[in-house]
């Protein structure tokens, strides 16, 4: 064999390797992403159903808040560490913060009907899909959307946080409906953003995986957020 072939045929493994990488990590993305939806499910309801679980977490107001720092801890410490994590460990963190993220969202139960809960849920995930599939296939650059976007969520954060004193009804229900409109745009520019990495992605190696599982939080957040937002909006309280 010649340079010449051997190039050529460096060349067609690559474009092979780079084709290939791109379903595949797609693939970890979502996969990743509905594992974590649905451990975070089944925390929720096992701490829901389970009083002796409910006054260790609820009862306990140490409890309460170490469990909402070691969520914080973790997944500060995927986004910041993850050149230095392996994929076991960056996956296991993955799995503990939908665990903790779920008993901490049991709380939901306490104020809002099953029946509710789960209508909501379909409609989150009906929006989701939709928002998702639009990041996907749409050419326009949604770049621009980004700052925008964190812009307005700080917004509402800040806003949130003044309401806690404040106590207004009318403006709870504007948040709501900014918040919505905020993580379905946030579900659309991620998607974007994650499949234009995993367009460039040299492989589907270990390391391109991690960046995936990244990716998957992403998403899982917006799913999270626009699940809570649209469940303040057309909730039934108890």
């Known amino acids: 064999m010649d340079y010449q072939e051997f190039n050529y045929g460096s060349v067609a493994a690559r474009e092979e390797r780079v084709a290939a990488a791109f379903p595949a990590l797609m693939r970890k993305v979502y996969l990743w992403m509905a594992l974590a939806l649905t451990i975070t499910g089944f925390a929720a309801w096992l701490v ?62 306490f104020v809002y009907t099953t029946a509710s809960i789960a209508t909501v849920f379909f409609i989150t995930a009906g929006t989701f899909a939709g928002m998702s599939l639009f990041g996907f296939v749409t050419k326009k650059d949604l770049s621009s959307w980004g700052k925008i976007l964190v812009m307005a969520l700080i917004g509402v954060i800040i806003a949130t946080i003044v309401n806690i004193f404040v106590k207004s009804g009318p403006l709870d229900t504007i948040l709501s409906y900014v918040g919505v409109l905020v993580f379905v745009g946030l579900t659309a520019y991620d998607t974007q953003k994650i499949k234009q990495m995993c367009l460039q992605a040299p492989d589907a190696g270990e390391t391109m995986q991690k960046y995936a599982l990244l990716g998957a939080l992403s998403l899982y957040h917006d799913f999270i957020n626009l699940f809570i937002y649209l469940l303040r909006i057309f909730g039934d309280r108890k």
């Open 48 to 109: 829901a159903t389970n009083t002796a679980i409910q006054e260790v977490i609820f009862g306990n107001q140490i409890v309460f808040y170490g469990l909402f720092i070691v969520e914080l801890a973790l997944v500060i410490g995927v986004s910041a560490a993850i050149n230095k994590l392996s994929l076991t460990v960056a996956t296991l963190m993955f799995v503990l913060y939908s665990v903790v993220n779920g008993a901490l969202l049991s709380s939901i139960f």
